[in-house]
């Protein structure tokens, strides 16, 4: 390696070990200002910040291809309205956000192209700010794709979109193996000639219960892919024990806490909430929903358990490159990139201890500190080896 390499590296190192103990000093000295219930931290602007700059997964397609109904499939959202099959439905795009309370990513249904001049130009403004996940949407037994490749030479050229999925629906109109492989085939190409290489896709149907199950395990796996943050959304497995059932209802709550966190950090403007706040009013309001008190005794004994210096040395040693993969804030430096994977990393691996904490108390029972140890190591790592798989997945 030249020696310029060696030491942009080493810079790059350096500023990532000073982004934890920035932070985690940060944390443990700051947070227990906010202990107090009555001290009443307005989450506003973080909040606001984060919910601004959601991953947001664009749905691309012909009017009548399925594009609504994927995003009622996959939300549970019945309220969002889909088409007859026979007039255009969705007018104008909207932003549908998942979930709807303390939201983690968003859908951006457009309206269907019918016209070959579609100028996808607002569109791509409202998604090159945050994740850029692009899904084409094309019902099988429909060649005639011009509108739709014509707006993604558009949008490939803008350079603002990198993850595209295509889902090929309908698959059931075209009854015989070989003639829905040659359709799916033809449009698959006529997507990758204009991208420029191999896609991604997914086939599936919304009119058939068997074919839709298949397609939205597929479907549900590749969006995990594309946004790494949702597997850990996903992440529902067979729950060993209550405790990790009772966890599992307030993750999302805890995720939201902890995008809200990175989000501050990412973008340090003025008056935005500091993370410690955030942290304080997670673990008040986690607290809150196990039925126990939360004060400062509550939260020396959480905090002497989870250990400060075990804290801070287990963040040094980690890689946090890989994590800072998983954080779904683009357009930062390093340092601020760092900065913000540590804050979303810990508030999350806080939120895990400290659900383990109060599940014990809550039931009279005494906590001991390896398992708190053990929760706060394994959340992190559990991000951490998320993002690692995607970033090894793409080098190949
Ligand atoms: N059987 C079947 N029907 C589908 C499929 N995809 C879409 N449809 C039907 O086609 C109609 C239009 O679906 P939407 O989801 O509203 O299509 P859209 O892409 O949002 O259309 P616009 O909003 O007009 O752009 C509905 O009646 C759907 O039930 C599919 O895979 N199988
Ligand atoms: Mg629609």
């Known amino acids: 390696m030249l020696l310029s390499q060696t030491l942009s590296v080493m810079q790059e190192l350096n500023q990532l070990q000073s982004g934890v103990f920035v932070a985690m000093n940060h944390f443990f000295k ?235 950090d990412a973008i340090p403007a003025v008056g935005l909430v500091s993370v410690p706040a955030i942290q304080g009013k997670m673990l008040h309001s986690l607290a809150n929903q196990y039925g126990v008190e939360w004060d400062k005794q509550r939260f020396g004994e959480f905090a002497g358990l989870l250990g400060t210096s075990f804290v801070v040395q287990y963040l040094s040693k980690l890689g946090l490159r890989q994590l800072v993969k998983l954080i779904p804030v683009y357009g930062q430096t390093v340092g601020s990139a760092t900065a913000a994977a540590v804050s979303f990393g810990s508030t999350y691996a806080i939120g895990r201890a400290v659900c383990k904490y109060l599940y014990h108390i809550s039931k009279g029972e005494p906590v001991s500190e390896r398992e708190i140890k053990r929760a706060f190591e394994q959340a992190f790592n559990h991000g951490k080896d998320v993002a690692a798989r995607e970033a090894n997945k793409k080098q190949h």
């Open 30 to 264: 700051q947070l227990y200002d906010y202990i107090n219930p009555t001290v009443n931290t307005d989450l506003k602007p973080a909040a606001s910040q984060w919910q601004s700059q959601l991953p947001t997964i664009w749905l691309l397609g012909k009017t009548g291809a399925g594009k609504s109904s994927l995003v009622q499939a996959v939300t549970g959202n019945s309220a969002i309205e889909v088409g007859n099959g026979f007039q255009p439905c969705t007018q104008t795009s909207v932003t549908y956000r998942y979930p709807e309370i303390n939201p983690l990513f968003c859908f951006l249904d457009t309206r269907g192209l019918s016209e070959a001049d579609y100028d996808p130009e607002d569109d791509i403004e409202a998604c090159q700010h945050q994740s850029h996940a692009l899904l084409v949407v094309m019902k099988a037994e429909e060649p005639e794709q011009s509108s739709v490749l014509n707006a993604l030479k558009k949008i490939r050229k803008s350079g603002a979109i990198k993850q595209l999925l295509v889902v090929h629906t309908g698959i059931c109109a075209l009854p015989g193996q070989e003639e829905r492989q040659r359709a799916i085939g033809y449009n698959q190409d006529q997507v990758q000639q204009i991208w420029g290489g191999e896609v991604k896709s997914v086939c599936l149907d919304f009119g058939s219960e068997r074919e839709l199950a298949a397609g939205m395990t597929e479907l549900n796996a590749a969006l995990a892919e594309m946004l790494p943050i949702l597997y850990l959304l996903g992440d529902e497995k067979e729950h060993q024990s209550r405790e990790e059932a009772n966890f599992s209802r307030l993750k999302r709550e805890v995720m939201w806490y902890a995008g809200t966190a990175g989000a501050s």
